[in-house]
């Protein structure tokens, strides 16, 4: 069984940039496809990010052109890089993984997720 531990994340002013990071350990990582999901107070969790294996990328509309997702497949990583928060961008992150990118951006179909780490852009 994968498991997926994340990194980065805190508090960052508006404007501002954030990455965070998620290490994949287990079973085999480089034909996974991979997820970011958020969730702000109050809120379900939703769909951020994602990438295939092929490095195949898709996002939220809300998040196009200021979010990046990236993967380094030898070192079993995953990325987001995260430019001009806004408070609207507050909420626990999570990284996701799964056979292909139809599982990973449904979030009913995800088995396996990251702890979560915190995002808090304050205005």
């Known amino acids: 069984q994968m498991r997926l531990v994340q990194s980065g994340g805190g508090l960052v002013q508006a404007g501002g940039s954030l990455r965070l990071s998620c290490a994949a350990s287990?079973?085999?990582?480089?034909?996974?496809?991979m997820a970011w999901y958020r969730q702000a107070p109050d809120k379900e969790r939703e769909f951020v990010a994602c990438?295939?294996?092929?490095?195949?990328?898709d996002y939220t509309d809300s998040v196009k052109g200021r979010f990046t997702i990236s993967r380094d497949n030898a070192k079993k990583m995953v990325y987001l890089q995260m430019n001009s928060l806004g408070p609207e961008d507050t909420a626990v992150y999570y990284c996701?993984?799964?056979?292909?990118?139809?599982?990973?951006?449904?979030?009913?179909?995800?088995?396996?997720w990251g702890q979560g780490t915190l995002v808090t852009v304050s205005s």
């Open positions: 996701a993984a799964g056979p292909n990118i139809a599982t990973v951006k449904n979030r009913r179909y995800i088995t396996i």
């Open positions: 990438i295939s294996w092929t490095n195949s990328t």
């Open positions: 287990g079973r085999t990582f480089s034909r996974d496809a």
